[in-house]
């Protein structure tokens, strides 16, 4: 594959979604995030801006590296957009030549971010789920949950995904697109039941109130939670977070943004100490993962601009995109 496009000057190449989920297999996407991870990068804490008074919000999230590119995620939230017939959430990212800080390419934000944020929780997985595990839950059926399923199913030999959401005919309608990929996927009709089968959950909800109770999750799990971004949001119960052994993306992001994590700890339930590791900690071995396999295991992601850079370059890699430097 290769984008069009002059490698000076001239209209500056745009990839699009369709491109960019050609580019990213997981596999190769995880390998890509595990070395980043390990090399680090410059990525400060996404600058959140109001807009205007009825909640339109600016994210701005940029990372580079002192010997690599450049690279800023642009996202808009327009809470009211909905009512116009548009999307609330949008997305464009900006690649940048480390060399010359001169721009690459633009890229769908929207696909980028799917892509990573199912590739991290798979690489979270690889360290902290039992390398047996075959049943995958998936929680929620939005726009995210599809990617999560493929991206876990990746990481480990899942043999049945179970599809639970609020809404049955979404759940059903994301089993059968899983189907569709040649993913084993049936919708779970009982939550408490699927989560007594399941080895590896996932839950990708815009919840504010905790979806997935601690009682209900069997001994071994391992629980991903993506939905939550913000303090107000939880997506399971304190119960949960004091009994599981917790991992997070970033400490920095995490302490922050993340309500499941958030909450706990301001209110005296949960520790800071109580968080084991963060992401890069695992992938350089500066912290262990899984030890024990009756061990219930977290890992919290918030995301992360080094994240969004790593998938950047290996789209640009994929569709030798041209360098200003080069």
Known sequence: MKAAGPPHGGELPYVSSAAIHAALDYPSLISALRT?????AEAPVRASHAVTPAGDRLLLMPA???????GVKIVTVFPRNPARGLASVSALYVLLDGATGHPVALLDGEALTLRRTGAASALASTFLSRADSRVLLVVGAGRLARYMAEAHCAARSIERVLVWGRRPERARALAAELVELG?????????????????VVTCATTAREPVVPGKSVRDGTHVDLVGGFTRDMREVDDALMLRAELYVDTFAGTLVEAGDLVQPIERGVLARAHIRAELADLVTGRASGRRDAGAVTLFKSVGTALEDLAAARLVAERLRLPRASS
Do not use: C, V
């Open 36 to 40: 980043a991870f390990a090399a680090g």
């Open 64 to 70: 580079w590296r002192h010997d690599g590119d450049i």
């Open 183 to 199: 993913i084993p996927a049936q919708r779970a009709n009982d939550l408490d039941a699927a989560l007594a089968e399941a080895d």
